[in-house]
């Protein structure tokens, strides 16, 4: 292991390609920006940062990553749309003894010891801070409510790990936070949890399709239900359709039906910047370009790396434009 005089590890001859999911996306444009920061504060040689035009464009990805394994680079960071698709390229960096380290989304379901860590958000500790953020507005509403009173909860799918963890780890936050001998899950399956005499309902809201217009109609069928109180929606899509929703409705905003969100998107923002939702969280882009460019470089010189949690942050009109905050959020 290359070391420098102070026995800091050099990291000058470092070279690392940094496969995306996308590129044009600002999302992605952030995690450069953080891939770009890191490799500054590390000195490493270089780092090369691609991506596809578009986050279904698979055969461009793989392309892009033969060609950063065939660079013989000392690692690569993946993010990656199709594990499946990915496996030969994967293995010929494995047989290179080039190591990857998995982003974002990482790279599900490789194969055991194929990637040496993953620098991504835990999307489980992002579901509680939105819970902790909400209940902090809802507090005085049910603690000891005289009559029931109801948590909305819309998600985009039962399937996606992401937003399982997102919605998971906001229902388990809340009833915590609530008692969990005085707060119910209803509306499906996955989620439902009978408490017998509970006067706080917390009501999961799961399109049958993923689409604008189906989600719509899950938001509606909150928001009219007269005990709802406040409610959270786990992505952008969610988000938007939510404040969609509202837009005949008008019962969300202060003193009214209180929202949350996650991720961002221009209607979000717009609906935090005008009071319709009371904030959302966000990840945090820069962090995981930085963290994986930072694992990257210490597995390419043997140190030992772990799973980092990027973080998330949450955002509302007071600080959405601050230094921390306005990298992490696209339109």
Not at 147 to 165: F, L, M
Request: a negative charge; proline letters at 3%; glycine letters at 8%.
């Amino acid at each position: 292991m290359a070391a420098k005089a102070d026995g800091a590890v050099d990291y000058s001859d470092v070279t690392i390609e940094i496969v995306a999911k996308g590129f044009q996306h600002d999302f992605w444009k952030a995690v450069k920006m953080g891939s770009e920061q890191a490799a500054e504060d590390l000195g490493l040689k270089s780092t090369n940062f691609v991506g596809p035009a578009s986050e279904s464009a698979v055969a461009e990805q793989i392309e892009q990553l033969n060609n950063a394994v065939n660079k013989a680079p000392s690692a690569i960071c993946l993010a990656a749309l199709d594990t499946q698709a990915a496996l030969d390229a994967i293995s010929n960096a494995q047989a290179a003894n080039i190591p990857i380290v998995g982003f974002d989304s990482g790279v599900p379901d490789a194969p055991a010891g194929s990637i040496v860590a993953n620098a991504a958000t835990d999307n489980y500790v992002a579901g509680g801070l939105a819970a902790e953020k909400l209940y902090e507005m809802i507090k005085d509403k049910v603690t000891a409510p005289a009559e029931e009173v109801r948590i909305g909860v819309v998600s985009q799918d039962a399937t996606s790990q992401s937003i399982g963890e997102r919605t998971g780890g906001f229902i388990d936050k809340m009833r915590t936070l609530v008692g969990e001998d005085k707060c119910m899950v209803v509306g499906h399956d996955k989620y439902n949890k009978a408490v017998d005499g509970a006067k706080v309902i917390i009501d999961v809201g799961i399109p049958a399709t993923v689409d604008d217009a189906a989600c719509v109609t899950v938001a509606n069928t909150l928001l009219n239900k007269n005990d709802l109180i406040a409610i959270y929606a786990s992505n952008e899509f969610t988000a938007k359709n939510l404040v969609t929703a509202n837009e005949s409705l008008q019962v969300l905003g202060v003193d009214k039906v209180i929202g949350v969100g996650f991720d961002s998107g221009a209607i979000q923002l717009d609906a935090i910047k005008s009071g319709v939702l009371a904030g959302s969280i966000t990840q945090n882009p820069v962090q995981i370009g930085y963290q994986a460019v930072t694992l990257a470089a210490k597995a390419a010189k043997g140190e030992p790396v772990e799973d980092v949690d990027t973080g998330a942050l949450w955002y509302d009109s007071a600080n959405m434009d601050s230094a921390e905050v306005a990298p992490c959020l696209y339109k």
